[in-house]
């Protein structure tokens, strides 16, 4: 099977330039405000100007895949060079492809724009290659003969455009606003997003959670019960006692956690793998005595059914176990407040997949335009990735939960001091280089602490009033001050700030 694709990368940065690429603040001025050109005005003309594009992308691929064929990468300059000589297409009209097919979907009157989703991908590639082929390479055109196909032998063949430069997304807005404020509680290590994104922050903070009680435990476990390293290093997630000692610890935990337990793994593919070894051992016929199991799969329909399901046990007192994958959907966007999450376990350190060409390419050019060193990076995003997982536990002032950390590399300090601050302030050094059998003593005390009624006037004390607001706002004299001059502003925190009636 061939098709085309244009996948969007891990990174929720590039996902911001994906979501707004074709947005008035990231096209170049010629695109809009030049009317689109004549020789694909006419829409007979547009299509055969679309079906000589088609023919020449099919063309790459069957190349790519045939038996002098293998992995290609270019420069959008260089593609772009060998489309127009074999097509003898232009350049500019390249530019328009987008706008002008959705202009002529929107005269046709096309209700069902999915049927139409391929045409539109390739009429978004045609635009940005042309659109950024000049200047330094910030894109790259990546080849594979078999791009997504998990099936040996098969032949898959993809094209993939991929952003190498996350500063093309938010430089418009520099250029815009005066003064920007960039928050989240996962930008830890905030040093690598000024190189990253490409400014000079006027002030970087990362703020610790304001809390009246010790709603969070976060738990280091190195070893199991047999006292061997658990870790999901390429060359330890295979040991039959790694496996053994993961799936223990998850059928310990869940025997002692009450409700909803998330469980992220670093890949869809360890996981399986994973999961049939647990279930040739019995470990999961033990897990199911605990809790109902729900797994997160690639279909997004079977995942929303799971979440459904995986809720209903809960609220029924049944309790669940959710088995999912870090950057997948559950990971991104799913809260599991209240008794939906009593505690996430993060199974391993979520590194991308290195031999990813597009991964190595971003890599090169992050290490050659931007002085960032390739380990720093994937230090970066494996930590931020770790916290946006177990992130999910805690969603308000008065919530509570475990977050376990199932690898021994933690217990170095290179990798959790890039946690954010919020989660480190609860990280003690007896929670660290823990067994299985010590690390349930800590999960019961804390279980048995956070069961009590919640302390009202304590919770109180933490939050502000309205007038409290009002008094700790600076009063602007000049609308420079207001702005800082021009400049940005980055904050981490779980919770910047809660207001009480």
């Known amino acids: 099977m061939i098709y085309f694709s244009i996948p969007r990368s891990q990174s929720y940065i590039i996902n911001i330039f994906v979501f707004h690429i074709f947005h008035q603040a990231v096209l170049e001025p010629d695109i809009l405000q030049e009317a689109i050109p004549g020789n694909i005005r006419r829409a007979e003309h547009f299509v055969t100007f679309m079906k000589k594009l088609v023919e020449h992308l099919k063309s790459r691929l069957r190349t790519v895949a045939g038996p002098n064929g293998g992995v290609l990468s270019e420069t959008p300059l260089a593609f772009l060079h060998r489309l127009i ?3 003898s297409l232009e350049s500019k009209p390249l530019k328009f492809a987008y706008s002008r097919l959705n202009s002529l979907l929107r005269t046709l009157n096309v209700s069902n724009l999915d049927e139409f989703s391929s045409l539109t991908d390739v009429a978004d590639f045609s635009t940005l290659l042309a659109t950024y082929s000049t200047g330094v390479a ?10 997504s196909s998990t ?11 991929a952003c190498l430069d996350a500063s093309l997304a938010i430089a418009p807005l520099f250029k815009r606003f005066g003064s920007i404020v960039i928050t989240s509680g996962t930008l830890s290590p905030m040093d690598l997003y000024p190189k990253l994104l490409q400014f000079q922050p006027r002030i970087s903070e990362s703020f610790q959670m304001s809390t009246f009680r010790p709603c969070i435990m976060p738990l280091v476990i190195a070893r199991g019960s047999d006292q061997l390293a658990v870790s999901t290093r390429f060359e330890d997630r295979g040991d039959i006692g790694v496996v053994r000692n993961y799936g223990s610890m998850l059928v310990e935990l869940c025997s002692v956690i009450p409700d909803g337990v998330v469980a992220f793994f670093t890949s869809y593919s360890y996981m399986e793998s994973i999961i049939c070894e647990w279930d040739a051992m019995g470990l999961l016929r033990q897990l199911t005595k605990h809790k109902l199991v729900f797994i997160e799969t690639k279909d997004v329909v079977e995942t929303t059914l799971a979440l459904d399901n995986f809720r209903r046990a809960c609220d029924s007192g049944r309790g669940a176990v959710f088995l999912s994958v870090a950057r997948g959907k559950v990971s991104e966007g799913i ?29 090169e050019y992050l290490q050659t335009h931007y002085q960032i060193r390739e380990q720093d990076f994937l230090n970066f995003d494996a930590l931020r990735q770790a916290a946006q997982c177990v992130g999910r536990v805690i969603r308000s002032k008065t919530d509570y939960g475990l977050m376990i950390f199932a690898d021994s590399r933690y217990n170095r300090y290179d990798k959790r001091s890039k946690l954010p601050k919020w989660i480190l302030q609860f990280l003690n050094d007896s929670y660290l280089n823990l067994s299985i059998d010590t690390a349930i003593s800590h999960v019961k005390f804390f279980l048995k602490h956070m069961s009590q009624p919640v302390d009202q006037a304590a919770l109180q004390s933490i939050l502000l009033t309205v007038e409290e607001v009002k008094l700790m706002a600076p009063k602007a004299t000049t609308e420079a001050e207001v702005a800082g001059e021009g400049g940005a502003m980055i904050t981490e925190a779980s919770a910047l700030l809660s207001i009480r009636a």
């Open 85 to 87: 000589n074999n097509t």
């Open 151 to 161: 099936v040996p032998g098969a032949t898959d063949p993809v094209i993939q455009l």
């Open 335 to 363: 809260n599991f407040d209240r008794h939906y999450g009593k505690a996430v376990i993060l199974f391993g350190v979520p590194f991308q997949y290195t031999l990813s060409h597009v991964l190595r390419a971003r890599l």
């Open 138 to 147: 910030r894109f790259a055109v990546i080849l594979e003969p078999n791009g």
